[in-house]
Every structure is written in structure tokens, then in C-alpha cells.
T-cell receptor, first 116, second 110 residues
Framework: GAVVSQHPSRVICKSGTSVKIECRSL??????MFWYRQFPKQSLMLMATSNEGSKATYEQGVEKDKFLINHASLTLSTLTVTSAHPEDSSFYICSAIFPDSYNEQFFGPGTRLTVL | SQKIEQNSEALNIQEGKTATLTCNYT??????LQWYRQDPGRGPVFLLLIRENEKEKRKERLKVTFDTTLKQSLFHITASQPADSATYLCATRADYKLSFGAGTTVTVRA
């Protein structure tokens, strides 16, 4: 199946700093990428939908100024957590779809963010 | 608002038995349901999709049913193995957006 990678796999940062997470589709061009957040023992919650070359669409309750998404190419989307705080500590997962994968999203391995 | 629930947080079974997981949805009628497997510290992996006009779908030792009257999907792992131990998520989709249940963690004892 299609492969999606994320970098870094885990990051620890100090409160107030910004952290960038990359999501890449390795063997296909992703028309759309999605960013999810998952807290321990909870479901994945969609944060935003990202289309190449256009602004991301954020879900209700997600601060667009805090979670900056840049979808610069058909194979790369980045999520920047700005001025991170301990409550932003979570597991961030991206996924991607391409034109023929209408029914299936391909997920990255996730990034564990810990804000001290 | 749309709601999707997996009413069992954890399921422990003996190797060789069948694990049955339940997914219920309310306030909407999805055209199809998806099931994913998630291992600890990893992203979900797609397993099966079942459409509203399909009663049952199978893939190797996995079987999914979809009852639109009960608004419920059942996910079965037959002849379970310790390697099946993971969290299983059901999800529905609207306009490319997936809504996930909280998941059921299955532990298969050897």
C-alpha cells in the first residue's frame, strides 16, 4: 500500500517554543492530507484538512493561529505547533489520500509531542 | 451531531477464540463504515470497508457486518492469535473526513 512518513517520530520541547512536524507521501502524490490529534486512550480527532496550494480547513475548536499548516507540494504537508504548552502534548498523526484511494486514507506513523 | 461509539474499551480472549467488537453510530446514516488497526505508538492501518448495502464483508480471518436498522457494525476476528493484539477503530466518513470511535483494545492470550 501507499506509504506516508512523519518526522520526527517524537519530540520534546520547552513551553513557549514552536515545533514543526513533517508529513510526506513517499510513493504517491497526495491530493489531500489530514492532521489528527490523539490523546491517551482517546479517539483520533481531526484537526484540519490540507490541500496542496490552498489554505487548510480547520475543524471547529482548533486554533488556526496556533496550529499552522503548510501544504507546499503534493508530497509534503507540515504542521507547526506555535508557542507550545504542556496541554498540547499529544500524539499527532497525518494521513493522505490520492485520487484513486477514494475509500482509504493512508496514515503516517505519528509524532509524539511532549511539551515540558 | 454525528456520534460513533465503540462500547467496549478492552477485550481479553484466549488464542483460537473469536473476538467480536461492536461499533454503534447515532444521528446519521453513513454510506459505509471502515475498520482500522492501531498498534501502540503507531498510526492506524486500514483493514476493511463495508458499504450500507452490504451485509457482510470478509478478509482472511476478519469479518465485518453492517446493520443499518440497528445502526451497528460488528467486527469479528476468528481463530485469534497473539499477533492480533492491538486497538481496533471503527470510522465513518463524510466528505473525505473520517470520524473515529475511541477504539477497542484486544489482547489475545497464548
Amino acid at each position: 500500500g501507499a506509504v506516508v512518513s512523519q518526522h520526527p517520530s517524537r519530540v520534546i520541547c520547552k513551553s513557549g517554543t514552536s515545533v514543526k512536524i513533517e508529513c510526506r507521501s513517499l510513493d504517491f502524490q497526495a491530493t489531500t492530507m489530514f492532521w489528527y490529534r490523539q490523546f491517551p486512550k482517546q479517539s483520533l480527532m481531526l484537526m484540519a484538512t490540507s490541500n496542496e496550494g490552498s489554505k487548510a480547513t480547520y475543524e471547529q475548536g482548533v486554533e488556526k493561529d496556533k496550529f499552522l499548516i503548510n501544504h507546499a507540494s503534493l508530497t509534503l504537508s507540515t504542521l507547526t505547533v506555535t508557542s507550545a504548552h504542556p496541554e498540547d502534548s499529544s500524539f499527532y498523526i497525518c494521513s493522505a489520500i490520492f485520487p484513486d484511494s477514494y475509500n482509504e486514507q493512508f496514515f503516517g506513523p505519528g509524532t509524539r509531542l511532549t511539551v515540558l | 451531531s454525528q456520534k460513533i461509539e465503540q462500547n467496549s474499551e478492552a477485550l481479553n480472549i484466549q488464542e483460537g477464540k473469536t473476538a467480536t467488537l461492536t461499533c454503534n453510530y447515532t444521528n446519521y446514516s453513513p454510506a459505509y463504515l471502515q475498520w482500522y488497526r492501531q498498534d501502540p505508538g503507531r498510526g492506524p492501518v486500514f483493514l476493511l470497508l463495508i458499504r450500507e448495502n452490504e451485509k457482510e464483508k470478509r478478509k482472511e480471518r476478519l469479518k465485518v457486518t453492517f446493520d443499518t436498522t440497528l445502526k451497528q457494525s460488528l467486527f469479528h476476528i476468528t481463530a485469534s492469535q497473539p499477533a492480533d493484539s492491538a486497538t481496533y477503530l471503527c470510522a465513518t466518513r463524510a466528505d473525505y473526513k473520517l470520524s473515529f470511535g475511541a477504539g477497542t483494545t484486544v489482547t489475545v492470550r497464548a
